[in-house]
């Protein structure tokens, strides 16, 4: 029973490594957009909403994990060396889960910072786009009673 435990948690963790791999792709995929000249609001949110579905399968998969390991913990820690091979894989695994981790989180910091820059230009442009709409109101507001002349009375005795 615990070789089964052992197979389905190596699985779990390589299963998470390919979805690790997914999230970098997608962080790449973040970071052409923010760099595009003109962001693509739809393309952004695509981006997230699949990152999330990604982070999600992780969260299951490790809810998974942990309560597989909880139930071999102990047989696993008594016969060492009957499943060394097994361990052994695993903490290849975990190794690599943890490189990618921190690679993924280096990016997620530098696109947090792409987004908060490109979200500012966004607003300054947004801004400026107002002013010159105001500006442009007023100066056809003004030239349109250039021409106008208020009503005068005129002194008719004379």
């Given at each position: 029973?615990?070789?089964?435990?052992?197979?389905?948690?190596?699985?779990?963790?390589?299963?998470?490594?390919?979805?690790?791999?997914?999230?970098?792709?997608?962080?790449?995929?973040?970071?052409?957009?923010?760099?595009?000249?003109?962001?693509?609001?739809?393309?952004f949110e695509r981006?997230?909403?699949?990152?999330?579905?990604?982070?999600?399968?992780?969260?299951?998969?490790?809810?998974?994990?942990?309560?597989?390991?909880?139930?071999?913990?102990?047989?696993?820690?008594?016969?060492?060396?009957?499943?060394?091979?097994?361990?052994?894989?695993?903490?290849?695994?975990?190794?690599?889960?943890?490189?990618?981790?921190?690679?993924?989180?280096?990016?997620?910091?530098?696109?947090?910072?792409?987004?908060?820059?490109?979200?500012?230009?966004?607003?300054?442009?947004?801004?400026?786009?107002?002013?010159?709409?105001?500006?442009?109101?007023?100066?056809?507001?003004?030239?349109?009673?250039?021409?106008?002349?208020?009503?005068?009375?005129?002194?008719?005795?004379?």
């Amino acid at each position: 029973m615990a070789n089964e435990y052992l197979d389905i948690m190596i699985q779990s963790l390589q299963k998470k490594k390919k979805i690790l791999d997914g999230i970098i792709e997608k962080n790449k995929e973040q970071r052409e957009i923010l760099e595009k000249e003109e962001l693509n609001a739809d393309d952004f949110e695509r981006n997230v909403q699949e990152k999330s579905d990604l982070v999600d399968q992780i969260e299951i998969l490790d809810e998974g994990f942990e309560e597989l390991f909880g139930r071999v913990k102990t047989v696993v820690k008594a016969h060492k060396q009957e499943y060394r091979e097994e361990i052994v894989l695993m903490q290849q695994l975990i190794t690599e889960i943890t490189e990618k981790s921190v690679t993924i989180q280096s990016e997620e910091m530098r696109n947090r910072r792409m987004v908060e820059l490109r979200f500012s230009q966004e607003r300054k442009k947004i801004r400026e786009k107002k002013n010159t709409s105001v500006v442009a109101n007023q100066y056809y507001k003004n030239m349109s009673n250039l021409n106008y002349v208020e009503a005068q009375f005129m002194d008719s005795k004379k």
